[in-house]
């Protein structure tokens, strides 16, 4: 039987796993020798808060600003340094409209007011008294990996084009209880969300959506949420585009309509070609990207690697991902994390043979409702040349014979 | 009429369904309740049918004055400043350069008030008057040629301007 499962290279996982162990076997006869400093002296004390090993320094990246504002602007994760499908927090995307405001709790509050038969205000320390949940959720901004609807390939890392995705245990109070005790009148429909940053991000969102799956997060994998998530609390929306998750949140008005705000309809609105344009497209669409090998990275030696990458999605949880290395024209099954959750990242891996040639990757994922992953050109066709949000498009990675990994079109 | 009434009533019960629901998880005292009655709502959220617009007024020529001292440096000489403009672009939309500013893409005159009072000027925020916020917005639109050099705008009449781009938008009902 042979090992491959699809063109190019890619190897049945079972065919690769049997290979390694017998190298792993072989190696428990090299025997273990005491040489090395930390190994005969004892390491550094405990300390109060802990910090990644001085040898391993992975940072954001793209972290620019807007030309008459620095403080507007966003970083990136950098999704091919890390594994797993949780996002450290200080690694988390950023995307902010007026810098980060350093807000002391104790005198932020929420107000919850408009259509409701009584306007109420919690401070921080009362939300923490509300029955909580606790979820895995990716966060997406719309604008991720906008570069790929450029006319020209940029050559840049997977974290650098698509790492406005990050993900996290988040914990909060669902809007509902909240909502509830204002008690809301007959006739709303929408929410709009404002936070208490210089910027006053302000989204709509329907009220329907708040009261099934909406959260006042307070926390972060497990720590209050950083300053550039929202700190002392912020919205969060699962499955939908980052930017009506409102950061900072300070009030929630309930209304008939929509408030139509800057943020809902000069930006993040979907231009179309006849330039007529396409307005709260909440859900971010199912998407992968493979991490690892992805852009700017050089492959050393011919032989097997390990392909491995993310899928998200916003109608639900993944249902499966195909990997393909020879550009498309044939595919195999990757293997998923156990259990994909809904709004969550899931994590795909299938073992790679290089035999040296030059090579296309390529991931494409399909979630639970059938959504599948677009091609580029099937993504772009019917926006605007101009388009930035919403792009889902399957990224490819070329493999040159010297290998280069580097973003290409195909 | 009647159709309209149904299918809201039908979604509000979904709500209220939900919310009875939760009141069964989360019955009588183990609600913490702790909202405290909110007396004094001074939040700015502006909606196309003028609600939540404060008191003041402002006219093109005031807005054009304050515009030079508090605007201009970052939005350029009758806001063409390249990659922060807020004027000019009509009929680029179906080009393959779009200019989006807010003669060209913006549905709703309202959404220059709420923004400008809540978000602008960047690094000054929330330091313009009402009034001022008025002039600001009847300059712009002025700039525009959506108003007259000679206009006023106030409370009242600002949610009465037909934006160029009014009908431009497909909104999905997410």
Excluded at chain 1, 126 to 134: K, N, Q, T, V
Excluded at chain 1, 213 to 226: C, D, F, T, W
Excluded at chain 1, 364 to 381: E, H, S, Y
Excluded at chain 2, 84 to 96: A, F, K, Q, W, Y
Aim: glycine share 10%; net charge neutral.
């Amino acid at each position: 039987m042979s090992e491959f499962v699809a063109g190019g290279g890619l190897i049945n996982r079972r065919a690769w796993v049997k290979g390694a162990g017998m190298g792993a076997a072989a190696s428990f006869l090299v025997p273990a020798a005491a040489t090395e400093d930390w190994m005969t002296h004892a390491g550094q004390a405990q300390n109060a808060y802990g910090s990644p090993s001085a040898f391993s320094r992975i940072r954001r990246e793209r972290t620019g600003g807007h030309p008459f504002a620095p403080a507007a602007g966003s970083s990136s994760t950098p999704l091919q340094k890390l594994n797993g499908t949780i996002t450290p927090n200080s690694l988390h995307f950023e995307r902010h409209h007026s810098g980060i405001p350093a807000i002391d709790p104790a005198r932020h509050t929420l107000t919850i007011y408009g259509d409701v038969e009584k306007p109420i205000r919690f401070k921080y320390e009362d939300l923490l008294a509300y029955p909580m949940e606790s979820h895995v959720y990716f966060l997406e901004c719309s604008g991720n990996s906008f570069r790929n609807t450029f006319s020209k390939p940029a050559d840049m890392t997977a974290g650098s084009l698509n790492g406005l995705v990050s993900s996290a245990e988040w914990s909060g109070v669902p809007v509902h209880y909240l909502l509830d005790e204002a008690g809301v009148k007959p006739g709303a429909q929408w929410v709009v969300a404002q936070g208490a940053d210089a910027a006053a991000m302000s989204r709509s969102i329907p009220l329907q959506r708040i009261m099934d799956s909406v959260m006042v997060a307070l926390y972060q994998n497990g720590e209050p949420i950083r300053p550039s998530q929202g700190y002392p609390m912020r919205l969060f929306v699962p499955g939908c585009e980052g930017n009506i998750s409102i950061k900072w949140l300070t009030n929630l008005k309930v209304q008939s309509t929509p408030a139509y705000t800057r943020d809902e309809t000069s930006k993040y609105t979907d231009l179309l070609k006849d330039g007529s344009a396409e307005m709260f497209s909440l859900e971010m669409e199912v998407k992968s990207v493979i991490t690892s090998p992805s852009g700017k990275m050089t492959l050393n030696r011919k032989g097997v690697y390990e392909i491995s990458g993310l899928s998200w999605s916003g109608a639900g949880a993944i249902q499966s991902v195909e990997v393909s290395a020879d550009g498309g024209n044939t595919w195999a099954q990757a293997i998923l994390q156990s259990d994909p959750k809904a709004y969550a990242l899931t994590r795909f891996r299938i073992p790679w043979r290089w035999s040296g040639g030059s090579a296309v990757l390529q991931s494409r994922a399909m979630d639970v409702r059938g959504n599948i992953q677009p091609t580029r050109d099937l993504a772009i066709q019917k926006y605007s040349a101009a388009g930035l949000y919403h792009y889902n498009g399957i990224q490819s990675w070329k493999v040159t014979s010297d290998g280069r990994v580097q973003n290409v079109y195909v | 009429m009647l159709i309209l009434l149904l299918i809201g009533s039908s979604l509000f019960m979904g709500i209220s369904y939900r919310a009875e629901q939760i009141d069964n998880q989360l019955g009588g005292d183990l609600k913490p309740g702790l909202g405290q009655h909110a007396l004094k709502l001074d939040a700015i959220i502006v909606s196309p049918d003028g609600v939540g617009l404060p008191k003041g007024s402002g006219t093109v020529l005031e807005g054009e004055r304050l515009y030079k001292v508090r605007c201009a440096h970052c939005h350029g000489q009758e806001g063409r400043q390249r990659g922060n403009r807020l004027v000019g672009g009509i009929g680029s939309l179906v080009t393959d350069h779009p200019k989006k500013t807010v003669g060209s893409y913006w549905p709703y005159a309202t959404t220059l008030y709420d923004y400008i009072a809540n978000a602008m000027p960047y690094n000054e925020e929330k330091s313009l008057t009402s009034s001022e916020v008025y002039a600001a917005t009847a300059y712009l639109l002025y700039l525009n040629d959506i108003l007259e050099k000679e206009a006023s705008l106030d409370q009242t009449n600002l949610a009465l301007v037909v934006m160029p781009n009014r009908n431009g938008f497909i909104e999905l009902a997410q």
